[in-house]
């Protein structure tokens, strides 16, 4: 019997060490797995190309004077009918499902294609009408042949052919969101209608780092 006992005992101290051994690497090896971006990722990661123009308050813009924040940046224009309004709103959403700490480390910027007809006064209504808090940018067309290039943006004008007016136009444009971090290098980028709880779970990352 006393064998016995002790040959109990001494499997309950492997199991009970077995267990241990186990909690230790669920616990310190998860912490030292490396976070897996949701979006594309750059690889290796470059600095963000400069973007300057003019805000929607009529106040200069520079994305690299917005300081140690995560940028949240995409491309559009007002008239735009359907993909830019299913970004703002997507962005919208994304802005409401990051904790409240992470929405003050975070900036969203629109950056207009369309400077000809989208003054500051216009980005003002229109992306305001989506979250005050976010920034719309004009550019001059020099400032944006350079941010189009460096992004990799395409967006060009189709006129309307039953249209006898010049300002009668849409412009075809790709429709990405790019994820700047604090140190303002690009991390990755997502589709315009990427699930927002996927985009908003990468900028709470960032922007908790």
Known sequence: MKMSADGARSAQRRIVGLLAAALFILVFGGCSQEYKFRGTPYDPVIPAPAIRGVNLDNTPFDLAELGARVKVVFFGYTFCPDVCPITLANMKGVYEALPEAARAETAFVFVTVDPERDTPERLAAYVGAFNP?????????????????????????????????????????????????????????????????????????????
Do not use: C, M, W
């Open 133 to 209: 808090t976010f920034y719309g940018v004009q550019l001059n067309t020099d400032e944006l042949t350079r941010v189009k290039q460096d992004y990799g943006v395409y967006a060009e004008k189709r006129y309307l052919e039953a249209s006898q007016s010049a300002a009668d136009y849409l412009i075809d444009h790709t429709a990405f969101v790019y994820i700047i971090d604090k140190e303002n290098n690009l991390r990755e980028i997502f589709a315009h209608d990427a699930p927002k709880g996927d985009i908003a779970a990468d900028v709470a990352y960032l922007a908790g780092r």
